[in-house]
């Protein structure tokens, strides 16, 4: 390891590491692709169909299956390829359930304060809104049960997660909404306690964007069923015909034609996933990977967490600070590393504090987390020379 150690320090250039990580794809979304994937080896026989053949739906349902048996889902859920991403899962269920009750919305990053400004500005709905800074968790038991509650599982900008979901009684009158795209595959998750959950198969898959996945309980089946929202729906959000759920779209018959390559990329992941001992292979591989990290953060004195408390620290997208650094030092810090291969996009997000953001998911190999620690080592020593 570079000898770099006190943030304070006058730094002589330091060497190059003699290794590189072999893969150096550290993006929290899209994220890296599973070991072994190539283009070559995902299946073809579903492109240039049509998504309603045989094949297509079969595929899509396949798809849908191994997302279920990796997720551990119960019976009771429903899985739905939706459009729009995570985004447009969450919002579809924003938009064709909430209203019904009051609502909180909690947020401590970037895309809770998104699901808030659709409360507030478009649904016009007056929520209660429990916030937290950057690196913080909001205090959860302030949150009203009798109430819909938004909250993110994973903060993939902030990198603090809800440590469990002990803190959602299940005897609770509300529904509760889970933005967990940076989430699933990566941590154990009661699905009693979660009515709504979404994800996209571009995190801890490492699959294409562009789709998201919604997930329904029963309670959020029976909302749908019985409650009809004040505002217009958009038809990529509609759910419901004649009063009931429209179940062909989480029998594979998606709303808007999906991308059938995009697909057969998440069928791939989701087949890799299973190969190494389903969702407990998923969730070592993260826990292995965050570990990696942290113990490079604790060898250097000018790394730290932005999330404090580790018992609420994501051990997916993992947020960095960086001793005396602004928005101008991790560009350039970012930017060597890049123009190295030796890791790319690790920049945190832009409207987060500045810092550094390494995706830790199932898909990165530990090898490579530790392999990037000297390479960090490097880099800053670079730019506090500059």
Known sequence: M???TAAGATLA??????????????????????????????????????????????????????????????????????????TGAFEMAMWTMLGARPVTAMAWESFGEGWVTDAVKQLKIDPTVVRADYGQ?????SADFSHDVLFT??????????????????????????????AVFAYDIDWTKIDVATFSWQKVLGGEGGHGVLILGPRAV?????????????????????GKLTEGVFKGETINTPSMLAVEDAIFA????????GAAGLIARSDANAAA??????????????????????????????????EAFIKSFAGL?????????????????????????????TADIEALGPWLDWAYAEVKAA
């Open 2 to 4: 570079t000898d770099v």
């Open 13 to 86: 250039p330091a060497p190059k590491p003699a290794t590189k990580p072999a893969r150096p794809f550290f993006s929290s979304g899209p994220c890296a692709k599973p070991p072994g994937w190539s283009a070559a080896a995902l299946a073809t026989d579903s492109l240039g169909r049509s998504h309603r053949s045989k094949i297509g739906k079969t595929r899509l349902q396949y798809s849908i299956d191994l997302m279920r048996e990796l997720l551990n889902l119960p019976d009771t859920h429903r899985i739905g390829i939706v459009p729009g991403s995570d």
């Open 137 to 141: 968790l909001p205090d959860l038991t």
């Open 153 to 182: 599982w994973n903060g993939t900008t902030s990198g603090v997660r809800v440590p469990n979901a002990d803190w959602i009684p299940a005897d609770r009158e509300g529904l509760t909404f889970a933005d967990a795209t940076s």
């Open 222 to 242: 029976e909302r749908l069923e019985t409650y009809t929202p004040a505002w217009p729906l958009p038809k990529v959000f509609r759910l419901v015909s004649k």
């Open 270 to 277: 989701l087949e890799w996933g299973k190969s190494i001992g």
């Open 293 to 326: 990290l942290d113990k490079i953060v604790a060898d250097r004195d000018w790394l730290g967490h932005l999330a404090a408390d580790p018992a609420s620290r994501s051990k997916t997208s993992v947020c960095l600070t960086v001793e005396g650094a602004d």
């Open 337 to 365: 590393l890049e123009k190295e291969g030796a890791a790319y996009d690790i920049a945190g997000y832009r409207d987060a504090p500045a810092g550094l953001r390494i995706w830790c998911g199932a898909t990165v190999d």
